[in-house]
């Protein structure tokens, strides 16, 4: 039996040009699906979980008092501090990024004014099930998995402190476990061991 998380692993990861294509793609589909599909790339190339994801609440994403930065705050559920903590991410408001996320959330203010998720459930009043996220992913490219983008993360982080200083270093550990939200050091760690410069994508002139 194939090991799929080892062969997705030796892929190589989704580059730019592709990810470009998938918003391109999420263009056909009707405007709920595709203003869903485009918002959920956007979080995802936060660096998210798709359970972290679809626990959004509407009221988790909201412009700051200067409407200078759209901040998104993930709920996240930290095993060995046994309790949920937030984390916001912020994005420049008029990035296309923050705009595919906005007018998202203006869609659902239309269409689903009852409800308090960003992923509302089709069968009750709370949100839907983690797959949908794997649903959009796979709808744009059969190829591609939620995880990647949070590798893609990982790898952009690490990338910008290669460029600045040809090499990964300590605080590359930090800001990599900073953009993860990760609990442990050793996993950022991880990351950067397994990419490296060898695996690096190509810089991105997006606000993530």
């Not at 959920?40 to 979980?49: A, D, H, N, Q, Y």
């Not at 983690?130 to 690490?158: F, G």
Request: a positive charge.
């Amino acid at each position: 039996m194939t090991n799929v998380l080892k062969a997705n692993k030796e892929k190589p990861l989704l580059s730019n040009k592709e990810l470009e294509a998938m918003f391109t793609r999420a263009e056909a589909l009707p405007e709920g699906q595709m203003l869903r599909a485009k918002a959920t790339l956007v979080f995802l190339e936060c660096g998210k979980r798709r359970g972290e994801i679809v626990k959004l609440q509407r009221e988790d994403i909201t412009l700051d008092e200067q409407k200078q930065n759209l901040q998104i705050t993930f709920t996240l559920l930290k095993k060995r501090k046994k309790h949920a903590v937030k984390r916001t991410k912020n994005l420049p408001a008029m990035s296309p990024y923050a705009q595919d996320v906005i007018k998202y959330m203006q869609w659902l203010e239309t269409h689903k004014p009852g409800s308090r998720w960003v992923y509302p459930s089709p069968f009750s009043d709370h949100h839907a099930n983690s797959m949908l996220i794997y649903r959009i992913v796979k709808q744009l490219d059969m190829n591609d998995w939620p995880h990647q983008h949070r590798e893609r993360r990982a790898v952009k982080v690490l990338r910008a402190d290669e460029l600045k200083y040809g090499t990964a270093n300590l605080q590359t550990i930090f800001k990599v476990q900073e953009a993860l939200d990760l609990e442990k050091e050793a996993t950022a760690y991880d990351y950067i061991n397994r990419y490296g410069i060898k695996k690096a994508i190509e810089d991105l002139d997006v606000p993530i």
